[in-house]
């Protein structure tokens, strides 16, 4: 009864391989794999069982009614220490399926996230000019937008009366700091420099530019216009204003933007948080300039989550000396985050996955491969990190696994089932030694009773 509840459990787990186990064992005729693998392993064929339906077996080799070979079972997988489900091979069939392998490597990966970024202009190379003091536009020097412009290019001259004042205040002070500067009256020295001070400080506050002061100070005469001067290197993106036109405080006279230095915004979901941090590599395309890649870093995350899409904004900086990049493009971004180093890796493709396990097959020597089980960890540009189950060095199959894994599952059915048979003949001849020594011990029994009843009968005769 044991022996065939076994046999019924074991039939669907050698279901599940007898198509790869086909595939494998079946591209050589049984006899000829038996006389070429017997002389060099010596391995023993316990049985040989059908191509269609692994419950019919046959102790000799025959074939089906279709024509095709049995496939020949051995005693053992090889060498007694070798893990069940371990295949072998012949080399020609192992070519005819096409496997390849690859070996562990150590290298450093990242997990990958990828997301639309949009490309913005750089804030902290952003400038808004403003008049000091309210005028007219009197000489427009730059006036194409998107003109680039280096650090002090003159943009425009402005005439503000309030500008001449502040420049006569200057000169009366000047006057008069030159004519005390020498007296012994140190209080009226003290405060003439005071008031000397106090109007060329006047002229830095309306922004009248240093050597604009200093033209003053050696030619004595007014300077109607005020220069307005670009603060750095970059791209003029608006001009607010034209010649002749009366300006005031409120009023945006250009916008200059550093276009080398790009800012690239992208939302990330809150449950990847956890593996972000400043300094994180980054890459990024966009469709303007198809095959380049862009290289980045993260620079900001947002201390605020967008509570409809639950996402957070985080920002990248990537180079842009050529400009190529322009605000407002859309991006393609991949983040590079929760870089583990000196990982044991291999290629994504050699990981067999059943659902509630992870396993791949070892080459222990030519022709021989040893499923093994494995704990992954991150996976990133085709490479998935081991992190037990493979030692840096050992080859691993990349491909045609799925073929091998079928007949890896037939040999280890098989091999449960083999030692459920053993397991039941054990039992069954444990049995038969109890029966025979119940037997003994009841005639042991009978012969002591009889031994009693003779010595009762020769005490009552005397």
Known sequence: MNKQLVSVAVIAALGIGFAGGYWLSGSKA?????????????????FWRNPMNPAITSPVFTKDEMGMDYLPVYADGGSGDEPAGTVMIDPVTVQNIGVRTANAEIQDLSRTLNGLGRVDFNEERLA????????????LKIEETGKRVSKDTILLGIYSPDLVAAQQEYLVALNNWETVRNSAASQ????????LDSAKERLQLF????????????SRKIKKQLHIHSPFEGQVMHIGAREG????????????????????????????LSWLKLGDRAEMQV??????????????????????SRTVQVRLEFDNSDLSLKPGMFANVTLYVDPQTDAVVVPSEAIVRSGS??????????????????????????????????????????????????????REATAKMMKAMAVDSADADMSD?????????????????????????SNHDH
């Not at 808004?128 to 000489?139: C, M, N, V, Y």
């Not at 945006?252 to 809150?270: G, P």
């Not at 469709?287 to 409809?308: C, D, M, Q, W």
């Not at 025979?436 to 031994?451: A, K, L, T």
């Open 188 to 195: 009226m020295k003290k405060s003439a420099k005071t008031i």
């Open 30 to 46: 049984p006899q000829q794999m038996a006389e070429m693998e017997t002389p060099s392993s010596e391995r023993e064929v316990l």
């Open 207 to 218: 922004d009248v530019p240093t050597h604009q002061i200093k033209e003053l100070e050696q």
């Open 287 to 308: 469709r303007a300039e198809p095959g380049r890649t862009y290289e980045g870093k993260i620079t900001f995350i947002h201390p605020v989550l967008n509570s409809k």
């Open 433 to 457: 030694m109890d029966m025979s020594d119940m037997g003994d011990m009841e005639m042991d029994d009978i012969d002591m009773s009889m031994d009693e009843m003779d010595m009762e009968e």
């Open 245 to 272: 036109q009366y300006v005031s405080p409120k009023d945006e006279l250009y916008l200059i933007a550093d276009l080398s230095r790009i800012w690239v915004n992208v939302d990330i979901f809150e449950d990847e």
């Open 128 to 139: 808004r000019l403003h008049p000091k003091t309210s005028g007219w536009i009197e000489a």
């Open 357 to 410: 396990r992870e396993q791949v097959f070892v080459v222990r020597e030519p022709g021989k491969f040893e499923p093994r089980e494995v704990t992954l960890g991150v996976s990133a540009g085709g490479l998935t990190q081991i992190l037990s189950g493979v030692k840096n060095g050992e080859q691993v199959v990349t491909s045609s696994q799925f073929l091998i894994d079928s007949e890896s599952k037939l």
